[in-house]
């Protein structure tokens, strides 16, 4: 498809179990950011890559989330011993450079992931 | 730090009436961007619209408008004649810097207004 693709889209995990989230942009997009989503809240910036240079981690909320991108498309975000508060859902964007774009960032549908 | 406050939770209009979602903002920069994005319940936020702080002319698009006013740092979204596709959670966001090389965004959400339009 022509959008910003993730998978899976619904993944349910017991606590302690590592998960691991992929995002598929859109090609040619240079930019991807990762956000966490909590329930009844707006998104939050996790991390920023630009081709496979991991330029912001600011976002990060412990060492246990892990974000790559390896060849500069698809980028996965990794959640280590999951805890129950890590439940939410992670949204992926990607961009243009700015000269090309109007600051858009086209979001994927998200990964709902749930503790138990 | 920035911060975006979008003081209305729910809202629930009757198709036709025309509704306004507000949105307030703080930041310390003089350059920086805002952004509407609507999120309906499949999930994906759609962008809306960006404006730069240094374009306080409003802006209208079809049904939609925006409200621009620094002095009240505020960004506010009018519907127009409301209709049942309108509903959706509403989201107003920040950005205070572009990023040098791909000049990407990092941005600060409101907490959302969730919009139902009843028929």
């Known amino acids: 498809g022509a959008g910003v693709s993730q998978s899976p889209r619904y993944k349910v995990a017991k606590r302690g179990q590592d998960v691991a989230l992929r995002c598929d942009p859109i090609s040619g997009h240079v930019s991807l950011f990762w956000y966490q989503q909590a329930l009844g809240q707006g998104p939050e910036f996790l991390t920023y890559f630009q081709n496979e240079a991991q330029l912001d981690k600011s976002g990060l909320p412990s060492d246990r989330f892990f974000a790559e991108r390896p060849e500069g498309s698809v980028s996965t975000l990794k959640i280590q011993r999951t805890q129950q508060e890590d439940s939410a859902v992670y949204l992926c964007?990607?961009?243009?450079?700015?000269?090309?774009?109007?600051?858009?960032?086209?979001f994927g549908e998200g990964s709902r992931l749930t503790v138990l | 730090a920035q911060k975006v406050t979008q003081a209305q939770t729910e809202i629930s209009v009757v198709e036709k009436e025309d509704v306004t979602l507000d949105c307030v903002y703080e930041?310390?920069?003089?350059?920086?961007?805002l952004f509407w994005y609507k999120q309906p319940p499949s999930g994906e936020l759609v962008f809306l619209i960006r404006?730069?702080?240094?374009?306080?002319q409003n802006e209208i698009s079809g049904r939609y408008s925006w409200n621009f006013q620094k002095s009240t740092s505020s960004f506010n979204f009018t519907i127009t004649a409301s209709q049942v596709v309108d509903s959706a959670v509403y989201f107003c966001?920040?950005?205070?810097?572009?990023?040098?090389?791909?000049?990407?965004?990092?941005?600060?959400f409101g907490k959302g207004t969730k919009l139902s339009v009843i028929p």
């Open positions: 930041t310390r920069d003089t350059t920086y961007y």
């Open positions: 966001a920040l950005s205070e810097a572009a990023y040098s090389g791909a000049g990407s965004y990092q941005l600060t």
């Open positions: 964007a990607s961009s243009l450079p700015d000269g090309v774009s109007t600051g858009e960032l086209f």
């Open positions: 404006r730069n702080s240094f374009d306080e």
